[in-house]
């Protein structure tokens, strides 16, 4: 089984990588780009039978930083 | 005084920390990250600065969770004095020793150069031996030095004096232009700039010299 974990930057939280690419794309002739917020995706291969819960736990404790991140998970 | 200096594969700036503290008359031993216990005695730990596990996920994050952090938590938890510089601080902030967390700086960039502090308070032992209201001359290089906390711990962490430096003309986007915090008991230091690298006439500045000075012989183990 799998999980993909996508790690955000909290909203309220500078994204000073997002605000660069949102210039780039306005450089490029892209208008309309109101915001761009840049996070990860972390893709896990998971033993049968590990739980949803544990995988929380593995956000809480080392894939996101909960004092500027939030974090969401897909179990496949 | 009797310090420890922690080294995790790509710690650049151990032994840098290691000769600060001697300089200032400490004995010094250095411990491996995969080390699970800190020598006995121990007054202060240093967490030195580098890229720890080449910032990999974010700067400190898996340096904060190998066995010998345990340690330094559990030593921090029970009024130890330690200390961290740069990659050190964000190693502290990740295992919630110091609140808030290092972001990238806001201009992108890896900024290297010589910046002025003001020292904010001279309450603690890392800074009796400047005056509050002092300016001081301490090299940064880093590229996560932006500190960020929610306002209501900025404004906790002025309103009990534990902003210990603030930048003279911020570099990289810190909140209220924090370049150090201290803990509640104010026996850790976290902090960007590097005192160990102003700390001898060979260095260029000395102005980091009294932060290891003031250590020696104050500390009381833990």
Known sequence: ?76 | MHAAVVVFPGSNCDRDLAVAFEAAGAKVSMVWHKDTKLPDGVDIVGVPGGFSFGDYLRCGAIAANSPICNEVKAHADRGGYAIGICNGFQVLAETGVLPGALLRNAGLKYICKTVGLNVVTSQCVYTEGYSAGDVIDIPIAHHDGNYFADDETIARLQDEDRVAFTYTDNPNGAKSDIAGILSANKRVLGMMPHPERAADPGHGGTDGQALFRALSGMLTPA
């Open chain 1, 1 to 76: 089984m799998k999980a993909r974990v996508h790690v955000m930057l909290k909203n309220g939280v500078l994204d000073p990588q997002g605000e660069a690419v949102r210039h780039a794309l306005g450089a490029m002739g892209f208008d309309g780009v109101n915001g761009v917020r840049q996070g990860k995706v972390i893709e896990l291969d998971l033993a049968d039978g590990t739980t949803e819960a544990t995988v929380n736990e593995m956000c809480e404790k080392l894939l996101s930083n909960m004092v500027i991140e939030s974090y969401t998970v897909e179990m496949s």
